[in-house]
């Protein structure tokens, strides 16, 4: 199925190349297409690594194995498999793994733990081993490409290539930050997993990468949904060469750890947001911002309750400022709420207030703000301090259209 | 909007009157239609009452009433109001209900207290007290009307008008039982704008009575979803007129109780599953049965957490038989789970086995399973004994349709 690009999308952005990192791509065919869908970034020595994977139980071989070597914290490549999430293979999934560590590894003289594998697409079918054996080689001797390249490699229902670049200084170092992602939803094992890549030529410690990471991820990739549907392989990973030469930053006390978390936070955040513009069947795009809860947390969880609803989705879809539908979806949200003191605005303007209709609602701005393209809804709870934003896109017949007539 | 009945609609049954019930409808004209919307069943004395009421945290004043009325254990009277929920209206909105609650109890002689109302329909507009007074003023002295008749009035969205029947052996005396439901979407385990009424003859003592549908419940209403999405008002009450005259039933060692519950469960039951039938835009019913859990408990959430999955409901509308979706729902259900000990059947046929696609699988009888109108999805966790089954409908264009379109 030739799907239409989102509506949405954002062009590609211009993206540095990173110093020690060196992408290329090759053709494994693992579906029949003609389009290259191995991705093989090499990374100089010293590199660290962070990752953040998905809670799923039901997790593939590429993510059990990526949490441990995450805990050695280095990393001197990156294998991306498009068309074939390798996900519920068990042993035979495993050991096709194990083959692309091993090839790499022996290419570049270092340790299988070293080389990360992310594998997206088809489920239930091993990764085969002789199409990738191939598609390695290739890729190993392939010519450097350009991020955008990379970002179209990885790629699978997607409708745009997606990208961003954010920069930082460290003392007196500019350092930057180049980041890919692939997903067009939180959704399937099958066909829309998040697989995110975040590449900076900073030296940072990779305990605090990882702190900095799993913190930034709290805020961006823990803060979108499209439906709700979680992948079996959902990875985001951090790769620091350390090459622009500034000292390194080992914690918060470190010479320019603020401004570098403060990137690195950006970077997740544009990345998480471009992942929902390509939501399936997406017109709208949709903040949510959640104020008075009892904490953080509570209000992140409202707010995806929120973004999850069903019935809140397609009146945002129809344009219809259904505040109703909010407030069912706080009410199922599990979390300290008072219907008494529930204020809900679409676009800036308040609808419902303390728990009421506002006498005087004008309807008219409301309407207006709904029939375009970027939405804003505000849900305060009035019950403490917490707060949060989470993104979702609107659900529409493309959806339905998507999943219900795709075969994965 | 005027919507075709629902594919997976059930005739309307035959259903006895019960005695010592004395059911009646007018029209309030809560929007504007023509046809009857208020619906009064006035109750003997020494009627029992129980109540399950939804878990959302901003309740209408209904439910918020309901809950405090139902721990008195005896009612005379039900109102039901269709078009208007009445819920997120404040203090004007409990003025409304309790200005019903007065002149009905005014009419038949008895405390406020045992009036009981349900609104459905609009939220967010205090239902209107002069419309309630003159509806109710009509109904009080109306005709005695048929179940269907009482069915078709507290219906809103509806496609069909639902109701059930069951019968028991209380020693030598049978024992009947009727109940009336309406609700379509916004259908979840927590209830929707679901309503439902259990009217029975037989003598069960409040407390017995609302053990043995909060029991019920959890292995009906509580096994039901659409959509995910939980309403501020659903409620199912059960009234038991004791007019039978047999001995009351007061515990489990009571003569019948068993025989009682038995048909309550069935009763419950077959109603929630009326409302996934007439689930909005639904084309399949699906039943999904899991075994093999930690408990009942975890079984349950696992079947719910596949049965709001919008990728699994939009696959089994388009008539794939793709696991790997269910693989991802239960891996998403934060359930215990192993991807190794998981095993997945469509229609008795299994694709998936201990974690591994089964090696010789046909899918013939499988994609012939799927093209029918009654779906059956088995998961087997192989970690316990737990197990559970939960009731769903596909998603389609049909439900994008009504709800984008739709001002509620």
Known sequence: MELETSPLALPFPDMPQISGVHQRVSRA??????????????????????????????????????REQVKSGTARALIVNAGNSNAFTGYRGREAVEQIMDQVSQHIGCSPREVLVSSTGV??????????????????????????????????????????????????????????????????????????????????????????????????????????????????????????????????????????????????????????RDGEGASKFITIRVSGAVSDDSARRVGLTIANSPLVKTAIAGEDANWGRVVMAVGKAGEPADRDKLSIAFGGVWSARDGLPVDDYDEAPVAEHLKGQEIDLAVELGMGEGRATVWTCDLTHGYISINADYRS
Chains 1, 2 share one sequence.
């Open 123 to 276: 489920i239930g079918v091993p990764l085969p081993k002789d199409k990738a054996r191939e598609g390695v080689a290739a890729a190993l001797t392939a010519e450097h490409c350009s991020w955008q390249d990379a970002a179209e490699a990885i790629a699978t229902t997607d409708t745009f290539a997606k990208g961003a670049h954010t920069s930082a200084m460290v003392g007196d170092t500019r350092v930057e930050l180049c980041g890919i992602i692939k997903g067009s939803g939180m959704i399937a094992p099958d066909m829309a997993t998040m697989l995110g890549y975040i590449f900076t030529d900073a030296d940072v410690a990779p305990a605090f990468l990882q702190d900095l990471l799993a913190s930034a991820n709290s805020q961006s990739f823990s803060c979108i949904t499209v439906d709700g549907d979680t992948s079996t392989s959902d990875t985001v990973l951090a790769f620091a060469t350390g090459k622009a030469g500034h000292a390194r930053i080992e914690g918060w006390d470190s010479p320019g750890a603020d401004a570098f978390a403060a990137a690195l936070s950006d970077m997740c955040r544009q990345l998480a947001q471009s992942v929902v």
């Open 29 to 66: 065919r693992y579906k029949d297409w003609d389009r290259a869908d191995l991705t093989y970034v090499e990374l100089d020595e010293g590199t660290a690594l962070a990752g953040v994977f998905t809670q799923s139980a039901c997790a593939s071989s590429e993510v059990e194995l990526g």
